[in-house]
């Protein structure tokens, strides 16, 4: 089993629409959790970190859930430009995980 | 505030010839990583430095792989002899330190003929 595991997609969502994405992780260990986004032949960027009590960035709000071991994304009124591979990346304090990221294209 | 530096941004070797990437952090970032990414898949840790210190080497293919970080800031990794395996993104990225979030540099888009 994969230290991180991410459906790629691609999720094909109208613009307006609110999109969620989920990532589990196998250690329970795990100490620090990040989102990334990484548009083609880029490198990735940092989203936003990922706190135990969720946080939000404008459109953007990430949640933890240590007992089920999965963090997630959800991205409200979706843009053109929201377009791009979200990475989720796990730390478990002695390996820096990424998972394989998951494809959005949102759409006229 | 200057991002990760990296050069060069492409390169193409034929097999069997050595290749090296560079890599400059962020300032008064103490760590820094090696990263390999192939098409579709999310990067691959090589090595992880804690100032100069290598602290995780565990996934770098010794026999033909080598890095360095002597005096703590930039760093220098290696491949010799190049296998055509060997294309793909070799990213360097940054951190405060370990657990911190990490800023990537650009990468160095390697084909190897």
């Known amino acids: 089993r994969k230290e991180v595991e991410q459906d790629p997609g691609p999720f094909n969502v109208p613009e307006g629409a609110t999109v969620a994405f989920n990532c589990t992780y196998s250690?329970?260990?795990?100490?620090?959790f990040f989102w990334y986004r990484q548009d083609c032949r880029k490198e990735p960027k940092l989203l936003m970190s990922?706190?135990?009590s969720g946080n939000e960035d404008g459109r953007f709000t990430a949640q933890l859930n240590r007992a089920s071991q999965y963090i997630s994304l959800l991205i409200r009124d979706s843009k053109l430009s929201d377009s791009a591979t979200y990475l989720c990346?796990?730390?478990?304090?002695?390996?820096?995980?990424f998972g394989k990221g998951t494809s959005l294209l949102v759409t006229p | 505030e200057a991002g990760v530096v990296q050069s060069p941004r492409y390169k193409i070797i034929e097999k069997k010839q050595p290749v090296a990437f560079w890599c400059n952090p962020i300032?008064?970032?103490?760590?820094l990583y090696w990263y390999l990414q192939n098409l579709g898949q999310g990067p691959e840790l090589l090595i992880r430095?804690?100032?100069?210190?290598?602290?995780?080497d565990s996934q770098l293919p010794k026999d033909r792989f080598s890095a360095e970080r002597l005096k703590g800031v930039d760093s220098t990794l290696k491949i010799q002899p190049a296998e055509l395996g060997d294309s793909a993104v070799y990213l360097c990225?940054?951190?405060?330190?370990?657990?911190?979030?990490?800023?990537f540099g650009p990468g160095t888009r390697l084909l190897v003929l």
């Open positions: 300032s008064g970032h103490n760590t």
């Open positions: 990225a940054s951190s405060l330190g370990t657990g911190e979030a990490q800023y």
């Open positions: 430095y804690e100032n100069e210190e290598a602290v995780d």
């Open positions: 990922v706190y135990s």
């Open positions: 990346v796990v730390n478990s304090g002695y390996a820096l995980n």
């Open positions: 250690n329970s260990a795990s100490q620090s």
